[in-house]
């Protein structure tokens, strides 16, 4: 499905990025000969360059092209580095004020799992910090010249609704906050695991935590099955290098557990199967299987009709459609009347309406409930 998974090029880009000498080679020659590029790569392609020009040089790979992308390269190397200063500047500051620290994805993948760096381009920065830390994380920030796009009375809202928040620094670099590592449900204990069986991790001089293997594999794939009009390919070549580096470490019992009890089987059955059947990932089979047989939950059901399966996320309709799933996945478990009055109050905060019930009837006019309803059954997968 376009949007969820890669296109034929875009699969040809990350085989030359990942696979060995001949496979590589063979998939960059073919994208070479073979890619519409008459009107210029698609952002998800220009991301993979630098990985296919990493794993292409070693092999020794001839073409005119490698001299644009050596220089693509190069410029991901100098990003890199100036994202790692600001990184190790934040981190210190936040650590200095008692806060805990936790790097996320790119931070955390280029400097610890793949060879190069470079090789794994970052246009912002991820870092988590405790949901309770949330008001002085942001003090902090302010302090260092980071500034929000929303005012001060509605930081409480964005900190409850969303599980990260953008910032920018007075010279133009981006950071996303995260209070929680991944958008589930709202429980304050369903991120504790991540943090207490979390492994050091450096950023400078300064000593934080960063997941491990294991919880990092399951987040890089839950976090990137969404459907999206970019989609977020560079999750296939995170998951390929942890478990390039750490597979031995994987324990996939729990991988299966996590995704039963944070209510994403679907998602994480998605991921590991096409990883298994696109990159020969060592996913055991029982785990599939056991992902495939367990029933699905209403918030995954609603979930996959909204947020994962929502390809028309650039329209009204589907805009509001991926609100709902998203509050659905975060306050399940309400009593109907609470959570159709939170849900009104999130619409508010999304759209900010003056009227809250205004916003409500304007939603459930547009037949979200109705779509809903229609997706007993989902559209056809594809995991290869």
Same mark, same amino acid.
């Given at each position: 499905?376009?949007?969820?998974?890669?296109?034929?090029?875009?699969?040809?880009?990350?085989?030359?990025?990942?696979?060995?000498?001949?496979?590589?080679?063979?998939?960059?020659?073919?994208? =070479? #000969?073979? %890619?519409?590029?008459?009107?210029?790569?698609?952002? &998800?392609?220009?991301? $993979?360059?630098? @990985?296919? !020009? +990493?794993?292409?040089?070693?092999?020794?790979?001839?073409?005119?092209?490698?001299?644009?992308?050596?220089?693509?390269?190069?410029?991901?190397?100098?990003?890199?580095?100036?994202?790692?200063?600001?990184?190790?500047?934040?981190?210190?500051?936040?650590?200095?004020?008692?806060?805990?620290?936790?790097?996320?994805?790119?931070?955390?993948?280029?400097?610890?799992?793949?060879?190069?760096?470079?090789?794994?381009?970052?246009?912002? =920065? #991820?870092? %988590?910090?405790?949901?309770?830390?949330?008001?002085? &994380?942001?003090?902090? $920030?302010?302090? @260092?010249? !980071? +500034?929000?796009?929303?005012?001060?009375?509605?930081?409480?809202?964005?900190?409850?609704?969303?599980?990260?928040?953008?910032?920018?620094?007075?010279?133009?670099?981006?950071?996303?906050?995260?209070?929680?590592?991944?958008?589930?449900?709202?429980?304050?204990?369903?991120?504790?695991?991540?943090?207490?069986?979390?492994?050091?991790?450096?950023?400078?001089?300064?000593?934080?935590?960063?997941?491990?293997?294991?919880?990092?594999?399951?987040?890089?794939?839950?976090?990137?099955?969404?459907?999206?009009?970019?989609?977020?390919?560079?999750?296939?070549?995170?998951?390929?290098?942890?478990?390039?580096?750490?597979?031995?470490?994987?324990?996939?019992?729990?991988?299966?557990?996590?995704?039963?009890?944070?209510?994403?089987?679907?998602?994480?059955?998605?991921?590991?199967?096409?990883?298994?059947?696109?990159?020969?990932?060592?996913?055991?089979?029982?785990?599939?299987?056991?992902?495939?047989?367990?029933?699905?939950?209403?918030?995954?059901?609603?979930?996959?009709?909204?947020?994962?399966?929502?390809?028309?996320?650039?329209?009204?309709?589907?805009?509001?459609?991926?609100?709902?799933?998203?509050?659905?996945?975060?306050?399940?478990?309400?009593?109907?009347?609470?959570?159709?009055?939170?849900?009104?109050?999130?619409?508010?905060?999304?759209?900010?309406?003056?009227?809250?019930?205004?916003?409500?009837?304007?939603?459930?006019?547009?037949?979200?409930?109705?779509?809903?309803?229609?997706?007993?059954?989902?559209?056809?997968?594809?995991?290869?």
């Amino acid at each position: 499905m376009p949007g969820l998974w890669p296109t034929a090029d875009q699969l040809l880009l990350l085989k030359a990025g990942l696979l060995g000498k001949d496979e590589a080679c063979e998939a960059m020659q073919l994208w =070479l #000969d073979e %890619a519409d590029r008459s009107n210029g790569l698609d952002g &998800a392609s220009v991301r $993979l360059l630098s @990985l296919a !020009y +990493s794993n292409l040089q070693q092999f020794c790979f001839q073409a005119p092209l490698m001299n644009r992308l050596a220089a693509t390269h190069r410029a991901s190397r100098l990003k890199a580095a100036s994202l790692f200063h600001d990184a190790e500047k934040l981190a210190a500051a936040l650590s200095d004020a008692g806060i805990p620290v936790m790097v996320l994805k790119g931070l955390h993948l280029a400097q610890e799992y793949y060879p190069d760096p470079a090789a794994r381009p970052m246009n912002d =920065l #991820d870092l %988590a910090v405790p949901k309770a830390h949330a008001e002085a &994380a942001n003090r902090v $920030l302010e302090g @260092l010249g !980071y +500034s929000r796009d929303f005012a001060d009375e509605a930081f409480e809202k964005c900190v409850r609704y969303q599980h990260a928040l953008p910032y920018v620094s007075d010279k133009g670099a981006d950071l996303d906050l995260h209070f929680r590592v991944l958008l589930l449900r709202d429980d304050p204990t369903c991120d504790d695991v991540f943090w207490q069986q979390s492994v050091p991790f450096r950023l400078g001089n300064t000593p934080v935590v960063a997941m491990n293997p294991t919880h990092l594999l399951f987040h890089t794939v839950v976090h990137g099955i969404c459907w999206n009009p970019m989609p977020p390919l560079r999750w296939i070549a995170d998951a390929m290098m942890v478990l390039r580096k750490s597979g031995n470490e994987i324990d996939w019992n729990e991988i299966g557990d996590l995704a039963v009890s944070r209510q994403v089987t679907h998602r994480a059955r998605l991921g590991l199967q096409y990883l298994n059947a696109s990159f020969h990932a060592p996913v055991p089979e029982g785990l599939i299987e056991r992902l495939k047989t367990c029933p699905e939950s209403l918030v995954e059901r609603v979930e996959n009709a909204c947020i994962i399966y929502n390809t028309e996320q650039d329209d009204v309709l589907g805009i509001y459609r991926r609100w709902f799933g998203e509050h659905t996945r975060r306050f399940s478990g309400r009593n109907p009347v609470r959570f159709l009055y939170e849900f009104a109050d999130y619409l508010r905060f999304r759209t900010e309406q003056v009227h809250t019930f205004a916003g409500l009837v304007c939603f459930v006019a547009l037949g979200v409930f109705k779509y809903v309803g229609r997706k007993a059954g989902f559209p056809a997968e594809r995991a290869s």
